[in-house]
């Protein structure tokens, strides 16, 4: 099975940049997408970005112009760029990847982001 490990979260003030990274630990060599997907204490877990094989890209509206998902397949991984912080980007940052074919989905961890001045 596929494991996902995130990494890149951190305390930051309104307007600062994050960089979130999620590694596989193998090459997805299948049709599928990954995301990201965010979750603040009580407020349930929302999609944030998405990545498909193909490499099209698309973001919930909270993150258009601020937020690029990107993926380097030589190093099996994936990356969420986060500019110009807001406070309610707080949450807990989570990578899924969904094989389309089966349907089968993984989930990591997630790394912590704060946003706080």
């Known amino acids: 099975q596929v494991q996902l490990v995130e990494s890149g979260g951190g305390l930051v003030q309104p307007g600062e940049s994050l960089r979130l990274s999620c590694a596989a630990s193998?090459?997805?060599?299948?049709?599928?997408?990954m995301s990201w997907y965010r979750q603040a204490p009580g407020n349930q877990r929302e999609w944030v970005a998405r990545?498909?094989?193909?490499?099209?890209?698309d973001y919930a509206d909270s993150a258009k112009g601020r937020f690029t998902i990107s993926r380097d397949n030589a190093k099996n991984t994936m990356y969420l760029q986060m500019n110009s912080l807001k406070p309610e980007d707080t949450g807990v940052y989570l990578c899924?990847?969904?094989?389309?074919?089966?349907?089968?989905?993984?989930w990591g961890q997630g790394t912590q982001v704060t946003v706080s001045s």
């Open positions: 193998e090459t997805i060599d299948d049709i599928y997408a």
């Open positions: 990545i498909t094989t193909t490499g099209r890209t």
């Open positions: 899924n990847l969904r094989f389309l074919r089966t349907s089968q989905t993984y």
